[in-house]
């Protein structure tokens, strides 16, 4: 992606906003196509919501807003990548380790768009630099739960085309609500609505 901006411009928000162009789900038959800038608004409100839950029920100290802003750019590589579907970014360790890598490259892509004197404000947004540990982990366990959500609304729908990415999904979260005790509060009481129709949400 080349960046055609003149000196005094930047291209960094413009090409963010592009996330809507981005599908997720690729190698899946969708009842409804679901977009990254989607996707990415659900992990952010899901991760604020679980360091909210960590601060107010277990104690911690964690920074929801930084969360929400983890959650808000944990996919934006994916408008130089595209969506990379999970069989193929995980097929074996090589590849996972070779789309990591490109992964980076691609933030740092877009971090470069932005005026110099305000890229050290998003580093910690786009990389993780030891700080903010735990809020990295509830961010990771937001993605899985948006996931989650998804393979739900889907086969609300009657579309079994996601039965088995379910299961799946469902042990990686499950994992995450044994080590996370807000993950496993959010599973327990915000989880079962995703299956209720609008008349039994209302």
């Keep these: 992606m080349e960046d055609t901006s003149k000196p005094g411009e930047s291209s960094f928000f413009a090409t963010v906003s592009r996330m809507k162009y981005i599908n997720r789900w690729a190698l899946m038959r969708n009842t409804r196509e679901e977009n990254l800038s989607e996707h990415s608004l659900e992990v952010a409100m899901i991760a604020h919501a679980l360091c909210v839950i960590g601060n107010i029920r277990h104690g911690k100290e964690l920074d929801a807003d930084h969360a929400a802003m983890i959650g808000l750019y944990h996919d934006a590589s994916e408008i130089i990548t595209g969506d990379m579907p999970t069989p193929i970014k995980y097929y074996n360790p090589s590849i996972k380790e070779a789309f990591k890598d490109i992964e980076h490259e691609a933030d740092r892509k877009l971090l470069d768009k932005l005026p110099e004197d305000l890229r050290a404000a998003y580093e910690n947004i786009f990389f993780k630099d030891g700080s903010y540990v735990y809020e990295w982990k509830l961010v ?63």
């Design 140 to 202: 990771k366990a937001a993605d899985k739960l948006s996931a989650l959500i998804k393979c739900y609304e889907e086969e609300k729908t009657g579309n079994r085309e996601f039965s088995k990415a379910r299961e799946t999904i469902e042990q990686s979260v499950g994992k995450y609500a044994a080590e996370l005790p807000e993950v496993a509060d959010f599973v327990r009481e915000f989880m079962p609505a995703y299956a209720k129709t609008l008349d039994e949400l209302s």
